[in-house]
C-alpha cells in the first residue's frame, strides 16, 4: 500500500530578521525528498539551502534564491527512490543574506524534526 503524500515536518519558525520557514520530509511512490516552505519579510534577497540526510550517507543539497517579497514560497530537492525506513531521512534548511558565503551571516536553520519533548 503506497503512502503518497507523506510529510514529517519541523516546528513553524520565524527569525527576527523577518524570514519564516518549516522543512519537510517528503516521501510518496517509493520516493524521498525535502521541501523547505518559506516567506521572506525581510526586503532584502536571501539565499538558503535545502539538505536532505538518508541512510548510508546519502546526501543531496539544492541551493535555493528568496526573492525580496512578501509572498510564500518553496523549494525542493529532486525525488530519488527511497533507501530504508523514511524515519531515517532528516532535512536542514539553511537561511543567509545574499553575497559571498564567507560574509553572508546564518540567519535561521530549520529542520524537518521537532526537538525532544516539543509537542504539536
Avoid: F, K
Avoid at 35 to 54: C, D, F, I, P, Q
Amino acid at each position: 500500500m503506497s503512502r503518497e503524500g507523506a510529510a514529517r515536518c519541523g516546528p513553524e519558525l520565524v527569525s527576527p530578521e523577518g524570514i519564516e520557514a518549516q522543512t519537510c520530509v517528503m516521501t510518496g511512490g517509493g520516493e524521498t525528498w525535502a521541501r523547505a516552505y518559506h516567506r521572506n519579510t525581510s526586503g532584502a534577497e536571501l539565499r538558503a539551502v535545502l539538505t536532505l540526510m538518508g541512510p548510508g550517507g546519502r546526501t543531496v543539497e539544492l541551493h535555493c534564491v528568496l526573492a525580496a517579497d512578501d509572498e510564500p514560497g518553496s523549494c525542493e530537492t529532486p525525488r530519488s527512490a527511497s533507501a530504508g525506513d523514511p524515519g531515517a531521512y532528516t532535512a536542514v534548511a539553511e537561511y543567509a543574506g545574499a553575497g559571498p558565503v564567507e560574509e553572508a551571516p546564518l540567519l535561521l536553520r530549520a529542520g524537518s524534526h521537532r526537538a525532544p519533548g516539543a509537542s504539536d
